[in-house]
């Protein structure tokens, strides 16, 4: 229920019980460990949100000195188990700096990934893909626009690009195969090939993936790009933002980029062609 609903200020008990009923735990893999990370004072009355896909140092800092209430992500700040808190390391100097700012952090992972307009199906519309249907317990999968036969590291690796970054490193891996039916997994979707290639898939996208995860696409006839781990979830920051301003939509909003620094051949790409991994201009 909202604030205005409820009549009353927005908590971050509040702002976290709205948002656990849009994102159910129940979604998160068992191995996962999101949700309320950090609480100093549930009734806090939030005014300001700082939202980032990672509670990076930049975050931190950036929401203790201009005031924020609340930071959520989609990376949980806390994954490991927390051993110490000693400033000598990031961990701790960001859990000191929160606490003593107040600062409430809430992180919604996996069950993200997996929710209806979650990271998978903000992906797929930024792919301005067409009859988007679930596949596995987290992808989506659906039909290029185009009605044309695209190479991967051709034409649709250009229509990627322009979707997700320009900037961002974009890897192909041709299968041989045209661009008509893909399956996408935001973030790290190295075990999915199997899955999308059974459900009919001919294409898949995702983040990143180990490297011996590209000669199984290519024995198995599927192409592959990879856009990044960043620049395939980033998009469902606008997502959470939506959800934040729903509850209460005089709270103060912001997204952070977290964005870590990439070097790459400016016009280029990394492509998988005939088995050999070659450089491809962007703008193919």
Known sequence: MTAKENKIAPTANGLYGFLEEKIPKELSCDWDNDGRMVVPDGNRTIKKVLITLDVSEGAVDYAAENGFDCIISHHPLIFNPVKSVDVSFPIGRKLC????????????????DAVDGGVND??????????????????????VVSDA??????????LVREALSPDGPLTFIDGGRP????????????????????AGCDTFITGEMPFNRYHDAKELGLNVILGGHYFTENPVCNRLSELVREYDSDIEIEIFESKPAFVRAKGHSRAIQNG???LTHGNE
Do not use: P, W
């Open 97 to 112: 700096k929160i606490i003593q700012n107040g600062i409430c952090v809430f992180s919604f992972h996996t069950r993200l």
């Open 122 to 143: 903000v992906l797929a519309r930024l792919l301005k893909l067409k009859d988007v249907e679930r596949f596995s317990d987290v992808g989506r999968m659906g039909y």
């Open 149 to 158: 036969c695209l190479r991967v590291s051709e034409r649709f690796g250009t």
């Open 179 to 198: 661009v008509k039916k893909v399956a996408i997994v935001g973030g790290s979707g190295k075990d999915y090939l199997e899955e999308a290639i059974e």
């Open 276 to 278: 050999q991994l070659i």
